[in-house]
């Protein structure tokens, strides 16, 4: 059973930064795409950005050249960097594992850029 631990949220001002980690554990396989997702109050939960087990990154439009995508194979980890953050960036933001043709979700951690 894969489980998800997200950590690092929490609440800054306009313009500041955030880093977001999500540990992975009880998976042994080695392809995977791991992804960061969020979802504002009202709205539906949308796609931040992912990395796949070989590096590869996209992101939304709405965070490029602001976030940052990365994995730590020896830690099981992925993060997230969050920098010049703006209020409609406020959300709960949610890690995700596929692998082997199942998605597993962590249990989410708020985000909320406010002056």
């Known amino acids: 059973q894969v489980q998800l631990v997200e950590s690092g949220g929490g609440l800054v001002q306009p313009g500041g930064s955030l880093r977001l980690s999500c540990a992975a554990s009880g998976s042994i396989s080695s392809i995977y795409t791991m992804g960061w997702y969020r979802q504002a109050p009202g709205k539906q939960r949308e796609l931040v950005a992912r990395?796949?087990?070989?590096?590869?990154?996209n992101y939304a439009d709405s965070v490029k050249g602001r976030f940052t995508i990365s994995g730590d194979n020896t830690k099981n980890t992925v993060y997230l960097q969050m920098n010049s953050l703006k209020p409609e960036d406020t959300a709960v933001y949610y890690c995700?594992?596929?692998?082997?043709?199942?998605?597993?979700w962590g249990q989410g951690t708020q985000v909320t850029v406010s002056s």
């Open positions: 995700k594992k596929t692998v082997g043709g199942y998605q597993y």
């Open positions: 990395i796949t087990s070989g590096g590869s990154t």
